[in-house]
């Protein structure tokens, strides 16, 4: 079984942490992306990245998840990509770092 993609953050306000679902709750969970990464280099601006099946997948906001865009990396010959980290310097330059499996 596989494990229900959930990003866990907390805005840089007096909020409350507030859980995000990717891409949808309506999805069923074997078909969400596992998520293995989230930076937030900025306020309301974040990555997520992981694995989606034989891609690799990078999931991006800048207004705390209100809305999104997902990105997919396809594997090369056979080998499943997954990103891991994220480095960020400044934070609107960010290089997404992962291997394949």
């Given at each position: 079984m596989s494990k229900v993609a959930s990003l866990n953050f907390?805005?840089?306000s007096?909020?409350?942490?507030?859980?995000?679902?990717l891409p949808s709750v309506l999805e069923p969970p074997?078909?969400?992306p596992l998520f293995k990464s989230v930076?937030?280099?900025a306020d309301?601006?974040?990555?997520?990245?992981?694995v989606h099946g034989p891609n690799?997948?990078?999931?991006s906001t800048t207004n705390n998840w209100s809305?999104?865009?997902i990105d997919e990396i396809e594997g090369i010959e056979g080998a499943t990509p997954t990103?891991?980290?994220f480095g960020c310097d400044p934070p609107d330059r960010c290089v997404a770092v992962g291997s394949t499996s």
């Open positions: 907390a805005r840089r007096e909020e409350a942490a507030k859980v995000v679902i074997e078909k969400r930076a937030c280099p309301g601006v974040c990555l997520a990245g992981g690799a997948i990078i999931a809305d999104y865009s990103i891991k980290a």
